[in-house]
């Protein structure tokens, strides 16, 4: 890479100094020392002007080589870790450098073979760069702080091209997405505004269940979901999104879940942070997952909601809050696991385990071995700890975590990288694992009736090759724990007791995406060489 300049850093330039950064570039056209005349093809222009968008500063190293400074987070400059902006005014076959310079933490799936996510307008569907062309390294130049460096080759003059820490889920496709399902006026299906945010966007609550189960005086099991209270943690978004698709199909795991359930679901804790590009931080610089033991009304207003609508079903004789999961996405570790909490009872910490490791049965990508269950201090302030702490011993609270990256299948090593699409089915397994937790699964097995061949596109869409055929073959030993939960699980183990675990998979183009020369789909698959990219002419 070129070299810089080893003299000291102008006062403002140092990375540093966040203040430096206010805001994102917007149409911001770098051009070359000395160079006065308008813009030429080549001379890149940057963007991260729009919703979820991130990028504070361009600094041009050489010709070929940019350094990149993400935006902190509003009122808060610890956080610097989601990026995500746009570069226009390219030359086919451009190559570039670019270094992520100022990222604040320093353990990364950048060193476990992640890549940033890029699109085109020409090819509107997110990829992962090939690994090969990313660098994740402690950097002299930088005051030894941590860079990522990827090389890219732009093959479309016309073309505007995105880089993004992850697949971005704006606030703006939220809604898009819930305005399409209350547009097909289910019964089964409520969405209501349960507040605002500082900037008055809204807090969405969605109810999922059978109208019999909210007629009045009716008693409720209510399983409580929420998502994106660290807004730059996307994959919480597509879990939930696969969660919600599934409960208001036709599946028939879906049918009885709704029957039996009620599913309260807040998937946008944090709307503000979403629209702004935060990673962790709300509008006012704070992290609302640790607020939950005092939310304010007025710094912290979607929090404040949640937490009263919880309290107030709590208190409820007619309601028993049964679950509370928060999902989240993890930028260390690998697979879908989860956090839960320790009880000095033993029973009712053993009775914990059962979920997690119900849906390890069900997805291939869950581990549980990576979960675990703790009471740090630092995690005092979270939604688990405190409702776990506030909630009687019949209700479970998990974060449910999800690797940015991928996951590893058991029994091999090979990282196999998260689609959208993989997201969403452990959204979908989430769901199918209440069944096999509440032992439902004779009742899907009543329901024999074929599916009508309308239905089967819709199966397929939710990715399922048939209805689940749902066999009591696996004994209860496999869990290894005592299965005497009141109200949930009403058998202790014995030889007659059985779960139902073997449920229909699906089968997804999970591997690694490649850049082959395979059709206009593809990115360039392109080698570094003399710290520059050798193009792929596969386009052309």
């Given at each position: 890479m070129a070299e810089r300049s080893q003299t000291a850093p102008e006062p403002g330039n140092d990375i540093g100094n966040e203040e430096a950064i206010g805001?994102?570039?917007s149409k911001y056209t770098v051009l070359p020392n000395g160079y006065s005349g308008q813009p030429k093809k080549g001379h890149?222009?940057?963007?991260?002007?729009?919703?979820?968008?991130?990028?504070?500063?361009?600094?041009?190293?050489?010709?070929?080589?940019?350094?990149?400074?993400?935006r902190p987070d509003t009122c808060n400059p610890r956080f610097r870790v989601w990026f995500n902006f746009t570069v226009e005014n390219v030359k086919e076959s451009q190559r570039v450098i670019f270094n992520i310079v100022n990222f604040s933490k320093t353990k990364s799936l950048y060193r476990d073979g992640m890549a940033p996510m890029v699109k085109s307008t020409s090819r509107p569907k997110w990829q992962r760069l090939p690994p090969k062309n990313v660098y994740y390294y402690r950097c002299p130049d930088h005051r030894k702080n941590y860079v990522m460096s990827f090389a890219f080759c732009f093959d479309r003059e016309d073309d505007i091209y995105q880089f993004?820490?992850?697949?971005?889920?704006?606030?703006?496709?939220?809604?898009?997405?819930?305005?399409?399902?209350?547009?097909?006026?289910m019964d089964y299906f409520l969405r209501e505004q349960l507040g605002q945010s500082v900037q008055q966007r809204q807090l969405d609550l969605l109810t999922i269940t059978s109208p019999e189960n909210l007629r009045e005086g009716a008693e409720k099991k209510v399983v409580f979901i929420t998502g994106r209270v660290h807004p730059g943690e996307t994959p919480s978004s597509f879990v939930c999104q696969g969660i919600i698709d599934f409960l208001v199909s036709q599946h028939p795991i879906a049918r009885v879940l709704r029957e039996h359930l009620v599913f309260k679901i807040a998937p946008m804790l944090n709307p503000d942070g979403v629209y702004l590009g935060n990673y962790r931080c709300s509008l006012m610089g704070f992290d609302l997952n640790r607020?939950?033991?005092?939310?304010?009304?007025?710094?912290?207003?979607?929090?404040?909601?949640?937490k009263q609508l919880i309290i107030k079903m709590y208190n409820d004789p007619k309601i028993s809050l049964e679950f509370y999961i928060d999902i989240h996405a993890h930028s260390t570790m690998m697979n879908g696991f989860m956090y839960g909490n320790i009880f000095e009872d033993e029973e009712r910490f053993q009775r914990q385990s059962i979920f997690p490791k119900l849906l390890c049965q069900n997805a291939e990508d869950f581990s549980y071995t990576s979960t675990s269950f703790n009471r740090d201090a630092v995690k005092a302030g979270t939604g688990r700890r405190f409702l776990g702490g506030l909630l009687d011993h019949t209700s479970y609270c998990y974060t449910l975590e999800v690797s940015f990256y991928s996951y590893i299948i058991g029994g091999t090593t090979a990282a196999v990288p998260y689609t959208e699409e993989a997201y969403m089915k452990l959204g979908r397994n989430v769901a199918k694992t209440f069944l096999d937790y509440y032992r439902l699964n004779p009742l899907v097995e009543r329901m024999t009736v074929p599916m009508p061949r309308l239905r089967f596109k819709e199966e397929r869409r939710l990715g399922w090759e048939q209805p689940s055929c749902l066999r009591a073959e696996q004994q209860l030993e496999v869990l290894g724990v005592p299965m005497c939960t009141g109200r949930v699980l009403n058998e202790h183990l014995g030889s007659g007791g059985q779960w139902h675990l073997d449920c229909a998979s699906t089968t997804l183009p999970l591997g690694l995406i490649s850049c082959s020369p395979s059709g206009p789909s593809s990115w360039n698959d392109m080698a570094m060489s003399n710290s520059l990219l050798m193009p792929d002419h596969s386009f052309h």
């Amino acid at each position: 890479m070129a070299e810089r300049s080893q003299t000291a850093p102008e006062p403002g330039n140092d990375i540093g100094n966040e203040e430096a950064i206010g805001g994102n570039v917007s149409k911001y056209t770098v051009l070359p020392n000395g160079y006065s005349g308008q813009p030429k093809k080549g001379h890149l222009t940057f963007d991260a002007c729009f919703e979820s968008g991130n990028l504070g500063r361009v600094e041009q190293v050489s010709e070929f080589e940019y350094d990149l400074f993400i935006r902190p987070d509003t009122c808060n400059p610890r956080f610097r870790v989601w990026f995500n902006f746009t570069v226009e005014n390219v030359k086919e076959s451009q190559r570039v450098i670019f270094n992520i310079v100022n990222f604040s933490k320093t353990k990364s799936l950048y060193r476990d073979g992640m890549a940033p996510m890029v699109k085109s307008t020409s090819r509107p569907k997110w990829q992962r760069l090939p690994p090969k062309n990313v660098y994740y390294y402690r950097c002299p130049d930088h005051r030894k702080n941590y860079v990522m460096s990827f090389a890219f080759c732009f093959d479309r003059e016309d073309d505007i091209y995105q880089f993004a820490y992850c697949y971005p889920y704006t606030y703006t496709r939220f809604q898009h997405y819930l305005d399409s399902l209350q547009k097909r006026n289910m019964d089964y299906f409520l969405r209501e505004q349960l507040g605002q945010s500082v900037q008055q966007r809204q807090l969405d609550l969605l109810t999922i269940t059978s109208p019999e189960n909210l007629r009045e005086g009716a008693e409720k099991k209510v399983v409580f979901i929420t998502g994106r209270v660290h807004p730059g943690e996307t994959p919480s978004s597509f879990v939930c999104q696969g969660i919600i698709d599934f409960l208001v199909s036709q599946h028939p795991i879906a049918r009885v879940l709704r029957e039996h359930l009620v599913f309260k679901i807040a998937p946008m804790l944090n709307p503000d942070g979403v629209y702004l590009g935060n990673y962790r931080c709300s509008l006012m610089g704070f992290d609302l997952n640790r607020h939950w033991l005092d939310p304010s009304p007025w710094a912290h207003p979607t929090l404040h909601g949640v937490k009263q609508l919880i309290i107030k079903m709590y208190n409820d004789p007619k309601i028993s809050l049964e679950f509370y999961i928060d999902i989240h996405a993890h930028s260390t570790m690998m697979n879908g696991f989860m956090y839960g909490n320790i009880f000095e009872d033993e029973e009712r910490f053993q009775r914990q385990s059962i979920f997690p490791k119900l849906l390890c049965q069900n997805a291939e990508d869950f581990s549980y071995t990576s979960t675990s269950f703790n009471r740090d201090a630092v995690k005092a302030g979270t939604g688990r700890r405190f409702l776990g702490g506030l909630l009687d011993h019949t209700s479970y609270c998990y974060t449910l975590e999800v690797s940015f990256y991928s996951y590893i299948i058991g029994g091999t090593t090979a990282a196999v990288p998260y689609t959208e699409e993989a997201y969403m089915k452990l959204g979908r397994n989430v769901a199918k694992t209440f069944l096999d937790y509440y032992r439902l699964n004779p009742l899907v097995e009543r329901m024999t009736v074929p599916m009508p061949r309308l239905r089967f596109k819709e199966e397929r869409r939710l990715g399922w090759e048939q209805p689940s055929c749902l066999r009591a073959e696996q004994q209860l030993e496999v869990l290894g724990v005592p299965m005497c939960t009141g109200r949930v699980l009403n058998e202790h183990l014995g030889s007659g007791g059985q779960w139902h675990l073997d449920c229909a998979s699906t089968t997804l183009p999970l591997g690694l995406i490649s850049c082959s020369p395979s059709g206009p789909s593809s990115w360039n698959d392109m080698a570094m060489s003399n710290s520059l990219l050798m193009p792929d002419h596969s386009f052309h």
